[in-house]
C-alpha cells in the first residue's frame, strides 16, 4: 500500500448524513506549510450534484414552513456547537489554507458570531441555494452566504474548494448534531464540473458566490451560461 492509498477521501455531505462516492478524480489536499497531502477532495459532477439538490428539495417544504425564530435558534445553536469546537476547525483552516493560527482562530470567531447574530434579510434568497466559496475564507465565507439563505427558509447546497474542504463537511455535521433536519444543509464537493451540475439543476433557485473575483468572474459565466441566476 502506498502513502496516496492511506490518505482517505473526505465524504460528501447528503441528506443528513456522510456520502460516499466514486468520483472519477481527486484534488490532494496539501498543507501549505509542509506541502504534506493531509486529504483527498473528490472532484464531483453532475450526479452528485443532482444527489445534493434532490436532499434539498426533499427538505424544503418542511423548512420553510418553520417560523423564522424557530430557524434563527436553531442557527444560534450551531453556532454555540461550533464555539466549542473552535479550536478543532481552527486547525482544519489552518492546515488547508496556510493562515497563521490567529488568523484561523479569528475566522471561526466570526464564523460562531455570524451564526449566533443572523438578522432576516427581506433580499435574501430561498427555495434551493447553491453556495460556492474558494479557499481565502472555507468556512466563514460559505457562512456568510448560506446563514442569510437559511433563515429565509432556503435549504443550501454548499461548494467548498477543493483546496479545502473539510470545514465545510465538519460545519454540516455540526448542523446534523444541532438539529437541523436532514437536506436543508448539504455538501458538494468538486471543482467546475460541480457547479455546471448545480447550475444546471432547475430546481436550484441561485447561485451564491463568496472569494476572489477572477474565480466569481468564472462562476458567474457558467451560471449564465444554465440562465442561472448569480449573486457574488
Request: aromatic residues 4%; glycine residues 10%.
Amino acid at each position: 500500500m502506498t502513502e496516496s492509498d492511506e490518505i482517505l477521501a473526505i465524504p460528501l455531505w447528503i441528506n443528513g448524513h456522510a456520502y460516499l462516492t466514486m468520483a472519477p478524480a481527486f484534488f490532494d489536499v496539501r498543507d501549505p506549510r509542509s506541502g504534506r497531502v493531509r486529504r483527498r477532495t473528490p472532484l464531483c459532477g453532475a450526479a452528485e450534484a443532482q444527489a445534493a439538490v434532490a436532499s434539498a428539495g426533499s427538505a424544503l417544504p418542511s423548512w420553510a414552513a418553520r417560523t423564522t425564530v424557530e430557524r434563527a435558534q436553531l442557527l444560534t445553536l450551531v453556532g454555540d456547537a461550533l464555539a466549542g469546537y473552535a479550536s478543532h476547525f481552527a486547525h482544519l483552516i489552518a492546515e488547508e489554507t496556510g493562515k497563521p493560527g490567529e488568523a484561523a482562530a479569528a475566522e471561526v470567531s466570526d464564523a460562531v458570531a455570524l451564526l449566533r447574530t443572523t438578522s432576516a434579510d427581506g433580499g435574501a434568497a430561498g427555495g434551493i441555494v447553491a453556495v460556492v466559496s474558494d479557499d481565502a475564507a472555507p468556512l466563514l465565507g460559505l457562512l456568510q452566504a448560506a446563514c442569510p439563505a437559511l433563515l429565509a427558509g432556503a435549504a443550501v447546497v454548499l461548494k467548498p474548494s477543493p483546496k479545502a474542504p473539510s470545514a465545510a463537511f465538519a460545519l454540516a455535521e455540526l448542523t446534523a448534531r444541532s438539529g437541523f433536519p436532514a437536506g436543508v444543509v448539504n455538501v458538494l464537493h468538486g471543482d467546475l464540473a460541480a457547479i455546471e451540475g448545480l447550475c444546471a439543476a432547475t430546481a436550484v433557485s441561485v447561485l451564491l458566490f463568496t472569494g476572489d473575483p477572477a474565480l466569481g468572474t468564472a462562476v458567474r459565466a457558467i451560471a449564465a451560461g444554465h440562465g442561472k441566476p448569480f449573486r457574488g
